[in-house]
C-alpha cells in the first residue's frame, strides 16, 4: 500500500478534505491561544498560581474526555447513516445525544462538584496552594452541563459536515474568556496608549477570576449551540423522543464504550502522570503545565485532520465505497505527517522562546524547553497513529484503540515514570522520556492496524 502513497493526488478530494479540516484546526488554534494567554496572564501572577490552575488540569482532561468518548458513538452512527443516505436514523440520533448531553452533564456536575475539595490533595499539590487549587476547580465545573452540550453537539454537527458552527461558537468562548480574564484577574489599573493615559477596571481576583471567566465563557458556548442545533434545518431534534431509544443508542454505545474506556483509562493515567510529576516539586510542575500548553498547538493539524478523516471515512463506509475509503486513506497520511514533520521541527526551533512567554523563571524555561525539544522529535509518528484512528473511529472501530492506549499508558509511560522519579528519584525529563515511548508504541500498534487493513471493514 505504501507504493500508492506517492501517487498523484485528487484535487478534488484535497478540497473537500480541507473544507472540513480547517475550521477544526482554526477552532483548536482559538482554543490553544487562549490557552497561552490564560498561561501568560496567571503566570504573571507568579510560579504558585501557574501550579495551582496546571495541578488540577488533567483532572478536566479525565471528565471531557469521558463525554468526547460518547460523541464518538454518535459521530460513527450519524456519518455512516449519512452516507447511506437514511436521514431519519441521522435525525434520531440526534435526539438521543439531547439525552447524553442531559444525563452525562447532570452526573460530571455532581462528581466534580462534590470532589472539588479532594481533587488537589489526590493529585499531591502542594499543601500552600490546595485551598487555591479545590476554589478554581469547582468554578470552572459549576457550568458543566452546558460544556457537555458544546463538546456533544459539536461533534454531532461535525459528523454532518457542518465543522464551520462549532468553530465560530468556539471563537466567540474564546472572545469572552480572554476579555474577562483581562477585566478579573488584575486590578484596577491605568494603561497608557497614544499618548494617553486610560483607566482600564480590574476585579483583582487572580486565579479566581481566570475560573469565573472560563465558566462564563462555557455556558455562553454551550447555551449558543444548543440553540442553533435546535434550529437546524437538517439535524434539528425537534420532534424526536429524549427518552432511550435503543435501537440507536445501542450502535452508539457499542462504538463509544471501548472509546470511553480508553479515554477514561488514559485520562486517569494523565492524572496519575500529573500526580507523580506535582510531587517533583512547584518548578517540576510549572514547567510541565506551560509545556503542555505549548505542546497543544504543534498537535493542530493532526488532530484537525482526524476529525475530517473520522467524518469521510464513516461516509464512504456508509455508502460501501470501498474504493473511496482507500483513496481517502492514502490523501489523509502523506498530508497529515508532512504537517506534523514541520510542526515539530517549529517546536524543536522555538521551544525557549515559547516557554520565555510564560514564565521568568530561567529553571522553569530550561526545564520545559529541553522536554519540549525531546517531544519534538517524535511529533511525525504522532501524527500517522492519531489519523489511523481517527479512520477507525469513523467505521466505529474502537476496540483496537482502547487496548492499545490502555497498555501504552499504564505499561509504558506510568510504569516507567513511577520507577524513575519515585524509585530512582530522577526529574521531568525522565518522566517525559516515557511519555515519547508511550507515543512510539502507540505508533507502532497503529501501523500494524493500518497495515491489516481495520481502518476499512469492507471485503474487497
Known amino acids: 500500500m505504501f507504493k500508492n502513497y506517492f501517487k498523484k493526488l485528487n484535487p478534488a478530494m484535497i478540497a473537500v478534505i480541507w473544507s472540513l479540516a480547517w475550521p477544526t484546526m482554526l477552532e483548536q488554534a482559538m482554543q490553544t491561544a487562549v490557552q497561552y494567554i490564560d498561561t501568560a496572564m496567571v503566570g504573571s501572577l507568579g510560579t504558585a498560581a501557574t501550579a495551582a490552575v496546571g495541578s488540577t488540569s488533567t483532572v478536566n482532561w479525565l471528565l471531557s474526555s469521558s463525554i468526547a468518548a460518547m460523541s464518538i458513538g454518535f459521530l460513527a452512527y450519524i456519518a455512516k447513516a449519512r452516507g447511506a443516505g437514511d436521514e431519519e436514523k441521522a435525525k434520531r440520533a440526534v435526539g438521543q445525544s439531547v439525552l447524553a448531553v442531559l444525563v452525562m452533564g447532570a452526573f460530571f456536575t455532581a462528581i466534580s462538584l462534590s470532589l472539588s475539595g479532594m481533587v488537589p490533595v489526590w493529585m499531591q499539590v502542594d499543601e500552600s496552594i490546595r485551598e487555591l487549587a479545590s476554589k478554581y476547580f469547582f468554578i470552572v465545573y459549576i457550568p458543566m452541563l452546558p460544556r457537555t452540550a458544546s463538546i456533544i453537539f459539536g461533534t454531532v454537527l461535525r459528523a454532518s459536515g457542518d465543522t464551520k458552527t462549532p468553530m465560530k461558537i468556539g471563537v466567540i468562548m474564546n472572545v469572552i474568556n480572554v476579555v474577562l480574564n483581562f477585566m478579573l484577574i488584575y486590578e484596577t489599573r491605568t494603561v497608557s496608549a497614544f499618548g494617553m493615559d486610560f483607566t482600564i477596571f480590574g476585579a483583582g481576583l487572580g486565579v479566581i477570576g481566570a ?74 510542575t510549572a514547567a510541565h503545565t506551560i509545556a503542555n500548553t505549548v505542546e497543544s498547538a504543534f498537535y493542530i493539524p493532526g488532530f484537525g485532520m482526524q476529525t475530517a478523516a473520522a467524518t469521510l471515512n464513516g461516509n464512504a463506509y456508509g455508502a460501501k465505497d470501498r474504493q473511496r475509503m482507500h483513496d481517502l486513506a492514502n490523501m489523509f497520511i502523506p498530508i497529515v505527517v508532512v504537517l506534523m514533520f514541520f510542526s515539530g521541527g517549529s517546536l524543536f526551533i522555538f521551544a525557549p522562546s515559547l516557554m520565555d512567554i510564560f514564565s521568568d523563571s530561567p529553571e522553569v524555561i530550561s526545564l520545559g524547553s529541553t522536554v519540549l525539544r525531546m517531544v519534538a522529535v517524535s511529533e511525525p509518528f504522532y501524527g500517522f497513529f492519531i489519523i489511523i484512528e481517527g479512520l477507525m473511529h469513523g467505521v466505529g472501530k474502537t476496540r483496537e484503540p482502547f487496548i492499545y492506549s490502555i497498555i501504552g499508558m499504564w505499561g509504558i509511560r506510568i510504569l516507567g515514570t513511577y520507577i524513575f522519579t519515585q524509585i530512582l528519584d530522577m526529574n521531568l525529563i525522565a518522566a517525559w522520556g516515557c511519555m515519547i515511548a508511550h507515543n512510539m508504541f502507540m505508533f507502532l500498534m497503529f501501523l500494524r492496524c493500518f497495515i491489516k487493513e481495520k481502518w476499512c471493514p469492507l471485503k474487497e
Do not use: Y
Not at 243 to 258: G, H, Q, S, Y
Open 211 to 284: 475560573g469565573i471567566a472560563s465558566a462564563v465563557a462555557f455556558t455562553v458556548g454551550g447555551i449558543f449551540i444548543s440553540i442553533i442545533l435546535w434550529k437546524h434545518p437538517l439535524l434539528s431534534p425537534k420532534g424526536q423522543k429524549i427518552t432511550p431509544d435503543f435501537e440507536i443508542l445501542k450502535p452508539c454505545l457499542k462504538v463509544a464504550f471501548p472509546n470511553m474506556l480508553q479515554r477514561f483509562g488514559t485520562s486517569l493515567g494523565f492524572v496519575a502522570f500529573a500526580s507523580m510529576i506535582n510531587s517533583l516539586g512547584e518548578v517540576s
